[in-house]
């Protein structure tokens, strides 16, 4: 029996695409080991997002070659796509994002001929690679791929080049797909995508007309959207978040930035009077709703001046949680070619002075729910506590054992960041 070692880097679609390689290596008669043990076989599903995440998808793969040099090493995912000309000496089998479902197939060919595989593709991919899974081992939370790609171009981001164009999931298969997690006892779904707020725009349906037909899924207690742009947020959307206490009292928005010269500058595609309105909307129907975001600190062109507007407008919105990263060059992108760079220093101050102002909106977030009751999925226990989620993301830290997977009432009494203490 071979062993392998599966490693996902980035977000939550190479999550869920690596625990779908995990399925099919088992059915094929491989064991899955840890990544970091000796094995016959290594798989990292890289990231290219930023320029860390090249550096760490390029360091895995040698790490991985270094740990067994006679075992074969698979580099697949965007890093790959972004390089396909790529190469290592040890890596054997070189796959972009088509074809992750073939793995077995191509492992096969590998110990048959022991010659290295490099799958090349040209233009944009352009048709969703179906995938299917109804357990995730060792997760309370399950996530379904329902879109890939990207059609937006954002001045900065390489993903719409390496992903391809927006492209969707039968709507037919994703309920299936939903439906036997649920069965299979999994209280709280993740709809996750590079673009998934897109869903349907290449099918005669929308992310609306999925989200009704989802929140019906009998069983089905939390339904949670990985994130989703302003601009989709439509009045159908909304109605779901209106009528349905399935969908999760979060959303994640994406920002980018917070001044309208730099929106406009990334080519976003909406000004800071239509993302603020939004929110107002949102929070017009659910008063309490978590509503995190993504910040860019560092772009081109971004002044003190520009980068102390966005910390305004954060603190201004009341973000429960900001994910803060410091502008990357991703090159051959529009923002790539721009001037007025943003000296590496200043990016890394900027990003903790961003750090700090999170910290602060997610404490007077939190403090909004002490001695409030509120409903937790218990997801581990651990010297002498209990942890999980609330459907609007609070980390909740309980002093005793309660049932694992189990959704279960605690009433919030204080505060111990990233935690707060329930009873």
């Known amino acids: 029996m071979k062993t392998v070692g599966v ?20 059915k094929a008669g491989y064991e899955i080991k840890d990544f970091s043990d000796s094995c016959d076989v290594y798989i990292i599903n890289t990231c290219t997002v930023t320029n860390n995440s090249d550096s760490k998808s390029r360091k895995m793969i ?63 991919l352009k048709e969703f690679e179906d995938m299917y899974i109804n357990s995730f081992p060792g997760r309370t939370r399950a996530f379904v791929k329902i879109q890939d790609g990207c059609d937006n171009f954002c001045s900065y981001c390489i993903i719409p080049f390496v992903r391809g164009k927006c492209r969707s999931k039968n709507e037919s298969k994703v309920i299936e797909e939903v439906t036997d997690l649920v069965n299979n006892g999994y209280k709280e779904i993740v709809l996750t995508g590079i ?14 007309d999925l989200l009704n037909k989802l929140v019906k899924i009998n069983g089905l207690e939390r339904l949670r959207i990985s994130s989703i742009e302003a601009t989709e947020l439509n009045e159908d959307v909304l109605d779901v978040l209106r009528n349905s206490n399935v ?51 560092g772009f081109p062109g971004e002044t003190e001046e520009l980068f102390n507007t966005t910390i305004e407008t954060c603190k201004r919105i009341g973000f429960s949680k900001l994910h803060v990263f410091p502008y990357s060059e991703r ?38 729910f002490i001695d409030k009751e509120v409903e937790v999925l218990v997801e581990e226990y651990k010297d002498g506590y209990s942890y999980g989620h609330t459907g609007n993301y609070l980390y909740v830290k309980i002093n005793r054992e309660l049932p694992h997977n189990e959704l279960v009432k605690v009433t919030i009494k204080s505060i111990e960041y990233p935690y707060v203490i329930g009873e």
Do not use: W
């Open 7 to 26: 490693l996902s880097l980035g977000c939550k679609v190479n999550t869920y695409e690596s625990e779908y390689v995990i399925n099919e290596l088992k």
């Open 62 to 124: 040698r790490q991985a070659i270094r740990r067994n040099p006679n075992a074969c090493v698979v580099a697949m995912g965007c890093f790959i796509a972004a390089n396909p000309d790529i190469k290592i000496d040890g890596l054997d089998i070189i796959i972009g994002n088509k074809d992750k479902s073939k793995i077995v197939e191509l492992l096969d060919e590998y110990f048959n001929n022991k010659e290295e595989m490099r799958l090349e593709y040209t233009g944009r």
């Open 195 to 208: 673009h998934t707020g897109s869903y349907g725009v290449d099918l005669d349906t929308d992310f609306s």
């Open 247 to 297: 969908l999760v009292d979060h959303l994640h928005i994406p920002i980018q930035a917070g001044s309208n010269e730099i929106l406009k500058a990334m080519n976003r595609k909406y000004d800071l009077d239509f993302f603020e309105a939004k929110i107002a909307e949102i929070r017009g129907i659910r008063e309490n709703i978590a509503i995190s975001t993504d910040v860019i600190v």
């Open 331 to 368: 090159r051959g992108t529009a923002s790539s070619r721009m001037s007025n760079k943003v000296d590496e220093h200043e990016k890394k101050e900027r990003s903790r002075k961003l750090i700090e102002v999170s910290k602060e909106l997610e404490i007077a977030y939190m403090n909004k």
